[in-house]
């Protein structure tokens, strides 16, 4: 199993900067890919980005170029760097865990934190 806690969301101004900082514990080298989703009110979640195992990372076409997501192997923890931040990144940030056992993947998420943009 892996438990996933998320730390560094809050309230910023449009143009500011934040970072996440998700740290995992449990089975942690079963994990393939670790990312971050959001969600704002009234929309489905939608991927922000990911890296897998093998360092490859993806980005979703809103954010490229303003986030940067990394990790911590030493610290078995993934951070979001979030620049230039917009109003419409408005959103509870979870962080997840995706695992490959026995053929079937599993996910895991964080508690979710808040990360509002505003004026």
């Known amino acids: 199993q892996v438990q996933l806690v998320e730390s560094g969301g809050g309230l910023v101004q449009p143009g500011g900067s934040l970072r996440l900082s998700c740290a995992a514990s449990g089975s942690i080298f079963n994990i393939y890919s670790m990312g971050w989703y959001r969600q704002a009110p009234g929309k489905q979640r939608e991927l922000v980005a990911a890296?897998?195992?093998?360092?490859?990372?993806n980005y979703a076409d809103s954010v490229k170029g303003r986030f940067t997501i990394s990790r911590d192997n030493a610290k078995n923890t993934v951070y979001l760097q979030m620049n230039s931040l917009k109003p419409e990144d408005t959103a509870v940030y979870y962080c997840?865990?995706?695992?490959?056992?026995?053929?079937?993947?599993?996910?895991?998420w964080g508690q979710g934190t808040q990360v509002t943009v505003s004026s």
């Open positions: 890296i897998t195992r093998g360092g490859s990372t």
């Open positions: 997840n865990a995706k695992t490959l056992r026995g053929g079937a993947w599993y996910d895991y």
